[in-house]
């Protein structure tokens, strides 16, 4: 069966440019979120869709990240003037949400290198 | 930030024997759940516990959790050169959205 796909696997762009980053989800899971896992600071949250609701941007680190999720599917990250602090692997994970003991599933992620 | 700590941070065994890993935390938590992460891949989800239970099994594996000393340990049993991963806890709080906080990971070896 399709798991959370993500797209592109990876992506080398240059310092100041915009990066978007694609996400497609378990068809029927409600729940999306956005990670990222870097060497220094670990696995982090970034921002979590639910269904219609307004998402959760707590863990964006500033205000040069975005996301969208669009048709209650398909999301989709983006970086604009990029910065080689933000060279790190970015998880998304998608779950069937009823309530909050759900696992997550994960897709291979996005590896992104700033040059 | 990170909700807490893994210890071992890497571990080395031979296939055959057990291995634990421990995991701790610092705020209440709704569940508590172990990952798996193959190099260059996303995380496999493993086992999930929630705060009223204290232990759980799956195939090979065991977790529990001691919600009084904030930690959880998760063992393999038998291990094999195929479960060499690193291998992440992270809980879920009791807010709503149910995202995750993970440990520092423990990086595991399995020798044949």
């Known amino acids: 069966g399709a798991g959370v796909s993500q797209s592109p696997s990876n992506k080398v762009t240059e310092k100041g440019k915009d990066v978007e980053l694609r996400c497609d989800p378990i068809?029927?899971?409600?729940?999306l979120y956005w990670y990222r896992q870097s060497l220094g600071q670990g696995l982090e949250f970034l921002i979590y869709?639910?269904?219609?609701?307004?998402?959760?941007k707590s863990g964006l680190p500033s205000d040069r990240f975005s996301a969208e999720r669009t048709g209650g599917s398909v999301s989709t990250l983006t970086i604009q003037r990029t910065q080689q602090e933000d060279s790190a692997v970015y998880l998304c994970?998608?779950?069937?949400?009823?309530?909050?003991?759900?696992?997550?599933?994960f897709g291979d992620g996005t590896r992104l290198s700033i040059l | 930030s990170q909700q807490g700590e893994e210890d071992p941070q890497a571990l080395s065994i031979q296939e055959g024997e057990n291995a634990t890993m421990n995991c701790s935390y610092k705020?209440?938590?709704?569940?508590l759940q172990w990952y798996r992460q193959n190099s260059g891949r996303g995380l496999v989800h493993l086992i999930l516990?929630?705060?009223?239970?204290r232990e759980k099994h799956s195939g090979r594996l065991r977790v529990t959790l001691d919600t009084s000393k904030k930690s959880s340990s998760l063992l393999i049993t038998a291990s094999r050169a195929a479960d060499t991963a690193s291998y992440f806890c992270?809980?879920?709080?009791?807010?709503?959205?149910?995202?995750?906080?993970f440990g520092g990971g423990t990086r595991l070896m399995v020798k044949p």
């Open positions: 994970a998608s779950s069937a949400y009823t309530g909050g003991s759900q696992p997550q599933h």
């Open positions: 068809s029927g899971h409600t729940a």
């Open positions: 869709f639910q269904g219609n609701s307004a998402p959760d």
């Open positions: 705020t209440s938590i709704n569940n």
């Open positions: 516990i929630r705060s009223n239970e």
């Open positions: 992270a809980t879920a709080s009791n807010n709503a959205g149910n995202m995750l906080t």
